[in-house]
């Protein structure tokens, strides 16, 4: 909860703090014009009380519309479009509220009317001057600050390796997993991709470099987002990984081995759905498809398959003729299954539930479709 708020609503504050004082100083202005015209009247009772109702007004809109979300980084047209549906609703609520309590004369409504008119103008300019001071104040040397997505921390050294061969230097790591860490090894440890912008945002991110997630699902929510703050991310995703499944060997070789795989700790992935091939022969193929949505985990825990993979581009075989070997599957990836050895066993961990539609099983259709989403921005 106290995270929640520290990553969302708390670090806007400073915004909340904003808007009333604009609305203080946009009564301000046009009680001083209204004076100016009509001069002998007794309003300042009555509009103070109006006055308070519209703070309260204000905090309320704030609260339901959220018009702050993401404030510290969006585009200046999406700044305004907010800042006026705020405005309105607040106009609004307030003369529904007016209306209801039988308060305020006609010239005090004709100054809040007035008042907003100003709170308009004022919050779309405070909030510019605003956003620009605190960057000021957060800008590090660097031109561009970056960050680095995960989806797992088994992959962390990994991801800073090949950020690192692209020269790119990363300044803060946010881990992507599921519900139950707070933080780990120092990394702040997101619960879903909601969190992801208004963590990049309020850390004044320029560059995301995202590695270890599914590439289809990152575009659509961080699309959204990225393209609402200016800021670009970009997919140092794999397509596959082996990787070395923990295994416990007893001391006496009698006994054996146990081996076992966690959920978002191991994989990065939930697991929804399990499946094994057995009793296939020699020689045997397998596959030919790929899949847009599922990532896999694939092992053999007896005997020895060819997993041939390719990404449109290039062809690759990884050869499982151990238990302890894993092969992690990424979405868009078109795989072939060798039998090399008769009996074999392949056993399957799936992030999807089965579905039949989110197979690709026509090979020119899966070089479309890759084409299409390989690059997330
Ligand atoms: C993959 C490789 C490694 C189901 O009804 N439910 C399921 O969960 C699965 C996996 C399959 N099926 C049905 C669909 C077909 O009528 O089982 C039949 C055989 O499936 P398929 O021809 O897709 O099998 P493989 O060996 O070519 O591929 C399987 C997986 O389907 C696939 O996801 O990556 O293993």
Known sequence: MIKELLLGKLKYLSFVVLDIICLLLSNYISY????????????????????????????????????????????????????????????????????????????????????????????????????????EIMKKKKDQKTALLMTTDRFLEEGIEELKKVDVDVERIFLLQGKGQEELYNIMVLNDLNEVGPAICWEMIDRVYIYGLDHQMVPEILKKSCDMMKMKFELVDFNYRVIEIKTIKNDDPRIGALSFLESMRDIPFPIRRAYWITETEASIKRGFHAHKLNCQLLYCPYGKIDIILDDGEKRDTVTLDRPGKGLILMPGLWREMVWLETGSVLCVLASEFYDASEYIRNYDDFIAYNRKYRKGS
């Open 32 to 135: 001083g014009i209204y004076i100016n015209f009509v001069p002998d009247n007794n309003i300042n009772y009555e509009h103070t009380s109006v006055v308070i109702i519209m703070i309260l007004v204000d905090l309320m809109v704030t609260l339901f519309y959220n018009s702050i979300h993401l404030a510290l980084r969006r585009r200046i047209r999406v700044e305004i479009y907010k800042s006026f549906i705020h405005v309105l609703l607040s106009f609004c609520l307030l003369t529904v509220i007016l209306f209801m309590v039988k308060r305020g004369s006609d010239y005090s409504r004709l100054i809040v009317l007035l008042a907003y008119v100003f709170d308009f103008i004022i919050i779309c300019l405070m909030r510019y001057i605003w956003k620009q001071s605190i960057k």
